[in-house]
Structures are given as C-alpha cells and as structure tokens.
C-alpha cells in the first residue's frame, strides 16, 4: 500500500517542569501524522551524564519502561497501550512499543481497520490520517539542568538521539500490518516553564498607623483595601525561578476582586483598622497557578501622649 502524505512520528521537546521529588523534569510529546497507525515502535539513545528516563508520576530514575510514559487518554481510555515484552529500559537507550488495547471501544481517535493476513480479523488504529495525534509525553530527569539549557542544537541532539533504523509506524497495508521507517530525526528545543514565584519580602510587621498612613487621601477607608494598598507599595515584588535555573524579578499587583484572593485572620473575620491582627494574604499570580503567599503583622497604635502646635493636637506613637 503506498502512503499519499508524508508521514511522520515526531518528538516535540523538552518540556521542562519541576518534578515532585524537587527535581527537574522534562517531558518529550510524542506524535504521528498522516497516517492510521496500529501502533508505533522506537528507540531513544540517551546520555545518562545529562539525562535518564523517569518515572512520570515522580521524576524519580525510572527503573521500569512502563512508568516513563503517560499516554494521551483522549487516544488511550485504559493503561493497555504499552506491549511491555516489546518495550526495554537499558543504562544507555530507552525501547517504546505503544498500540491500543483492543478493548478499547471506537471514538473520535480509535478506529478498525481489516487484516486478512496471517489472518481475517480487525485491528484496532489510532487514527491520524490528516492529522496530527499525540499520542503521549515521555518523562526524564534532568541530571545538571544549568548545563542543559545552555546546549547548542546539535549538543542537545547528541544526549537524546534516534537511530534512522530504530523508529518505525505499524499500519494496515493491503491486507497485513505494514511498517513505516522513514521517520524524521527528532530536532530537541529546550522550552524552560515557570516553576514558582515567592515574594522578595515574606513578613512585615508594623502598625494600624502606618498601614493607613501610606494610603492616599483618596484611598484611606479603614477597610481591607488599605490592606492591600500597603502591600502593592511595600510588598509587590516577586521572584520568578524558571526551569532553566534563571531568577527574574516580577511586580505582583495584588488585587481584593481577584478570584484567587484570599485573606485569613488571626483574630475575627474582617478587616480591623485598629490594629492587633496578623494577616496572612494569598493570591495566584499574573493569571498563572503560582500562589504568592505574605503575612502582614498589624500591632495597635500606643498614644504615648499629646502635643500642641499651631493650635492643632499631634497624637505622639
């Protein structure tokens, strides 16, 4: 059967995120295009002195092939897509052979195709015939990730690599499974994410005075939005820590009518302009999921006495 479309099985990556054991992960998506494919088979050469498979889940160093991939659920309704005697983890290469389960009923990505060699029978197929289908993200961690993000293109291509004989797309010919091995060299690009964001100043402690002090005459109201009129002048800067290991500065606008806001009390439900209160303000920053968290101690003004000047009275703190 001759294929009309380029077909290709690509590797788009690396992702990079913070892993849960505090480690930096990257995910590798892999897809098909142009074809309906009854599953796929290849073979990743890595360097383990800049980077080894990982279990997805943990980022830990994968010690079984199956942990290292999370297929796509909208192609794969069950875990029964990786044929594990088919599939190998090595010191140096990592082996994927991913085909759907055969139970998996028919929908917007699975479909049937008939064989009749060796014999009669229907299989199942991703298709992606016009298309291109992901059909899933590899995990590996990130040995030395300064190291890493700095690499040319042919440097990154050097770590993880794929042999031209060591990929090829399994699809229905004329009547048998067929394989497809003229598959595009994968071409990696580091693509660094934001992995939290903390404020530059975490706690202040200061008085019912000051608070209200720094509000303009036209903002001063002895509510919550003194609150955060003061930390949008003493308490908005943030650090932004990304993948890549850079540290950049960011301006954090804190705003009461964000959905993310929240405030909590350690003394009563509500604002208290006089003082005694120490809040704890959170809120997700720029539109991201990165919760920013400060406290702020409020302690009461101390009148320690009077003075008159100019035939006006000055409270003395």
Known sequence: MLLQKRVNL????????????????????????????????FTLDYDSKYIVP?????NDIATDVTNTFKANTEVFTSEA????????????SIKINLVPDPQTPNGEYIGE???????????????ASDRKVSLGKMSFQIVDPVQVCNMTQSQLNSILSIEDDSAYIMYVGDDHIEYFVDVLPAEWKVVRTL???????????????SIYNRCSDTTKAGTLADLVAYLNQTMNTVVQRYSDGQQVLGNMIWNSEDETFTVQYSNGTEYNPLGNVTYTVSQNYAGTDKVVTVKVTVKPVTITGFKKYDNRIFVIQ
């Open 10 to 41: 690509f590797f788009d990556g690396f992702t990079l995120q913070y892993g849960t054991n505090g480690k930096i992960q990257a995910l590798v998506d892999v897809s098909i295009e142009n074809v309906d494919a009854t599953g796929v088979d």
């Open 54 to 58: 990982s279990n997805f889940d943990t």
């Open 195 to 209: 992995l939290d964001v903390t404020p530059a100043v975490e706690e202040r402690t200061v008085t019912a005075y």
């Open 81 to 92: 897509y990786l044929t594990k005697e088919y599939s190998e983890l090595t010191s140096s």
């Open 113 to 127: 195709k008939q064989i009749g060699s060796p014999k009669t029978e229907d299989v199942k197929c991703i298709l």
